[in-house]
Antibody, heavy 127, light 106 residues
Framework: QVQLQESGPGLVKPSETLSLTCTVS????????WSWIRQPPGKGLEWIGY???????YYNPSLKSRVTLSEDTSKSQFSLKLSSVTAADTAVYYC?????????????????????WGRGTLVTVSS | SYELTQPPSVSVSPGQTASINCSGD??????TSWFQQTPGQSPVLIIY???RRPSGIPERFSGSSSGNTATLTISGTQAMDEADYYC?????????FGGGTKLTVL
């Protein structure tokens, strides 16, 4: 059974860079979308960005200038870096796997869905 | 930027049908996913491609859409269905979530 596990510091100082890694166990990292989604305490879900099966990256326009996603297929990991963090970046960060079935999957992302989520990791931005 | 709008809260009596709407421009022409989230837990996919239900999700959960609105319907709502529900769609290559709806089973 495929599982996702987020890891990284739980506390980051303002203006520094938040770095998280998602380790995929029990399955391949190929042929899926890999995404980061966050949730500030008591608030809703916010998409951060994803790496597609072809290696292309797409980011939330509101975070694009500060976000970098990467993957290491040899380690079955993908990573998030968010620079110049503030208290507003305090959130539970989830890594997720996008899947597709039923045809038409490689004509664009619209048919992909996030069926598998990690448990999430709380990152607090504070001095 | 594309936006999805959900009511902040919906209440339902046990055994009744709950409907949660999600509205966005042309949403009926897009695929919508729905997620259920209980306190302290990760979101769980309960509907994808607007109407499809992943294996293991009870049949009382169903999805539909028309025009600018997608709807999650829970038939015979149970106390265990009390949770936050989020809709999600794609706007070209970007992912958009609705603000979430808290379902209360009274």
């Amino acid at each position: 059974q495929v599982q996702l596990q987020e890891s990284g510091p739980g506390l980051v100082k303002p203006s520094e860079t938040l770095s998280l890694t998602c380790t995929v166990s029990g399955g391949s990292i190929s042929d899926y979308y890999w995404s980061w989604i966050r949730q500030p305490p008591g608030k809703g879900l916010e998409w951060i960005g994803y790496i597609s099966y072809s290696g292309s990256t797409y980011y939330n326009p509101s975070l694009k200038s500060r976000v970098t996603l990467s993957e290491d297929t040899s380690k079955s990991q993908f990573s998030l870096k968010l620079s110049s963090v503030t208290a507003a970046d305090t959130a539970v960060y989830y890594c997720t796997r996008g899947s597709c079935s039923g045809g038409g999957c490689y004509s664009g992302p619209s048919k992909w869905y996030f069926a598998l989520w990690g448990r999430g990791t709380l990152v607090t931005v504070s001095s | 930027s594309y936006e999805l709008t959900q009511p902040p809260s919906v209440s339902v009596s046990p055994g009744q049908t709950a409907s949660i709407n999600c509205s966005g421009d042309g949403l009926g022409d897009k695929y919508t996913s729905w997620f259920q989230q209980t306190p302290g837990q990760s979101p769980v996919l309960i509907i994808y491609r607007t109407i499809r239900r992943p294996s293991g999700i009870p049949e009382r959960f169903s999805g539909s859409s028309s025009g600018n609105t997608a709807t999650l319907t829970i038939s015979g709502t149970q106390a265990m269905d009390e949770a936050d529900y989020y809709c999600q769609a794609w706007d070209s290559v970007t992912v958009v979530f609705g603000g979430g709806t808290k379902l209360t089973v009274l």
